[in-house]
Each structure stands twice: as structure tokens, then as C-alpha cells.
């Protein structure tokens, strides 16, 4: 899945993509109108939004290899022409950058990489993590290509689109909306949402999946995107050191600062410092940057909680 970076638009075609899911459901097939518009995928609703013309333009852009034309094939949708990329980088060539990563960094691409030489990370460069992990997907362990990516750390996987997949997805969606309304994630493990669904049984089952290395790099970025606290007393000691090391006073900004994990914090100093911000006001109220959701950082200013983890996250390689 993608992003998987998990940016606006990635967001949007996930959430139409639940609705279409339902609309299956309850249809059993895929003929919608053009003008349908829905906001539970099942009910007509003026207000909602256009699935109808949505569906369309699936058919219309996406190439049935892709993976959103994998995840609309699993369901049954006809896909139509070809999506034509714009760029195209023989796989020959993909395959150097990639092992120039690995020659340097002694691992496999992460996901969220993206460069022109395989080793600096340039946002405006190729999308060498999401190209790789394709190539886990899609790739025979036993072809000539298999071979050349084994030799650079790859791990296979089948290429179609699994189920549990979908569902975690889902569940994600659930927490970002979540983080969007309230700006962290720091719920309990017996927390449901309005709607019954199980979120802080569910969040404890990803802090145990990364105990264990079970969960895939590109769900611990999306998970980090939305300021996933992974060890909660591990968490607040290491926010009160480093509020310490800057001379926060972490009394004084208790609301802006609780609840937030670590790297949310560290990845927002960094931006500020790197600009030349003071996060400090005279009054000793850290910058508001520090108690706004990614959502309003990209409104205010141009940039989302995601960007800051692909800039300034010690965890990913640069």
C-alpha cells in the first residue's frame, strides 16, 4: 500500500475507495451513475461526495498492474487504458540507484526514499523506496531480476493485494481521522470510536508488531506521520530530556507538547532551527507550530507533519 506515503491526495483516494467498497456491498456490482454522489457509499446524499465520476476516472487513468488498479481489480472493477507514466527509467537503471543505496547505507531501500543518485535524498527525485518495494511484490525470487534484488536485501511477498492489507489500511484511516481532530494519538488501550470500532486495541497491536519487527517500514512511516507513540513512559522521559536540552519548560507548555510523540517533536525543532525560528516566545511559550496538526502546518505553512519525518527523521536514511 501505498505510502505508502501518506499525503492529502493518497488519503482522498483511500477514503473514496472505502466508499466504493461499501457500494459493492450493498449493490453487488459497479453501476454507478455519474452524478451519484454519497457520503456512506450506500445512500444518495447532495452533500457527499461525487463516487459516481470518482469510479469513472479509475477506469479510466489506472494501469490494472498499478497497485490502486490491483486494490480496484481485487474487487471486481473493469479497468480501462493504460495509465501512460510520464517518466520512465529503465529497470536496469532503477536497479544501480538502488544498489548504490544499499552499497552505502548497508540496507534496503526504505519506502519513503526518493533520490536522482541513489544515495542523497531529494524530494523532487525519483521514488526509489516505492519502485523497490514493487519489485517485492511483483518480482519472481527464482528470475534473473529476483536474484539481482536478493543480492541488495529485498523480501518477497505475493504480489497480489492481501486482504489483511486492506483492512489495516482501513484501521489506519480510522487513526488519522483520529489524529486530524485531535491532534495526537495517546488513547487507551480500551478506547472505541463513536461508531464502535476498537482504535486503542488496535494501536496496541501495532506497538507489539514493532516490538517484534513485524510491521513493514512503510507502515511505521505512515504510523510516525500521524505521531504514533510507540513507548508511552519510554516517550515522555525522552520528551522531557529533550525539552531539558532546549530550554523548554516543560510546565509552563505542558498543553502544546503533551501527548505528542517524540519524533513530532524533534522533527519540528529541526524545521524551526533550520530557518532561523525561535521556538521560544519571550513569554516562554513554545511556537504554535508545536500544537498544530499536520492538516494546518500544511495550511499555514506549505508543510505537513510528513514532510518533516521525510526531512528531518534520524530514523530514515538521508
Given amino acids: 500500500m501505498n505510502k505508502w506515503i501518506m499525503d492529502e491526495k493518497e488519503l482522498k483516494w483511500w477514503k473514496m475507495y472505502g466508499l466504493l467498497n461499501e457500494y459493492y456491498k450493498q449493490y453487488g456490482n459497479f453501476k454507478i451513475r455519474a452524478t451519484f454522489k454519497t457520503s456512506d457509499g450506500i445512500t444518495e446524499d447532495p452533500n457527499g461526495v461525487n463516487l459516481g465520476m470518482w469510479l469513472a476516472k479509475q477506469k479510466e487513468r489506472y494501469n490494472p498492474e498499478s497497485e490502486h488498479g490491483q486494490l480496484l481489480s481485487s474487487i471486481g472493477v473493469p479497468l480501462g487504458k493504460i495509465k501512460v507514466s510520464k517518466k520512465r527509467v529503465p529497470w536496469e537503471?532503477?536497479?544501480?540507484l538502488a544498489k548504490k543505496y544499499f552499497d552505502e547505507y548497508h540496507s534496503k531501500v526504505k519506502y519513503s526514499f526518493k533520490t536522482n543518485d541513489g544515495i542523497t535524498y531529494d524530494e523532487n527525485g525519483l521514488r526509489l523506496g516505492e519502485w523497490f518495494y514493487r519489485q517485492e511484490k511483483k518480482c519472481d525470487p527464482d528470475s534473473e531480476y529476483g536474484k539481482l534484488l536478493s543480492s541488495i536485501g529485498a523480501e518477497f511477498r505475493s504480489s497480489s493485494i492481501a486482504d489483511k492489507d486492506v483492512e489495516w489500511m482501513k484501521m489506519y484511516l480510522v487513526a488519522a481521522k483520529y489524529y486530524q481532530d485531535n491532534g495526537n494519538l495517546n488513547?487507551?488501550?480500551?478506547?472505541?470510536?463513536?461508531?464502535g470500532i476498537e482504535l486503542g486495541k488496535w494501536l496496541d497491536n501495532q506497538r507489539d508488531y514493532y516490538r517484534i519487527?513485524?510491521?513493514s517500514e512503510e507502515k511505521i512511516f505512515l504510523l510516525n506521520s500521524i505521531?504514533?507513540?510507540?513507548?508511552k513512559r519510554k516517550n515522555n522521559f525522552a520528551v522531557v530530556v529533550m525539552c531539558e536540552e532546549n530550554n523548554i519548560d516543560i510546565v509552563k507548555n505542558h498543553d502544546s507538547l503533551k501527548n505528542k510523540s517524540i519524533i513530532e517533536i524533534r522533527v519540528k525543532l529541526a524545521y524551526l532551527k533550520d530557518r532561523g525560528i525561535s521556538f521560544i516566545g519571550i513569554d516562554g511559550i513554545v511556537h504554535e507550530i508545536f500544537s498544530m496538526s499536520s492538516m494546518n502546518m500544511k495550511l499555514k505553512y506549505n508543510v505537513s507533519l510528513e514532510d518533516l519525518i521525510n526531512m528531518y527523521n534520524k530514523e530514515k536514511s538521508k
Avoid at 227 to 231: D, S
Wanted: glycine letters at 4%; aromatic letters at 14%.
Fill in 93 to 96: 537503471e532503477m536497479f544501480k
Fill in 187 to 195: 488513547i487507551s488501550k480500551t478506547f472505541k470510536t463513536e461508531d
Fill in 227 to 231: 505521531g504514533m507513540i510507540w513507548e
Fill in 213 to 215: 519487527n513485524r510491521l
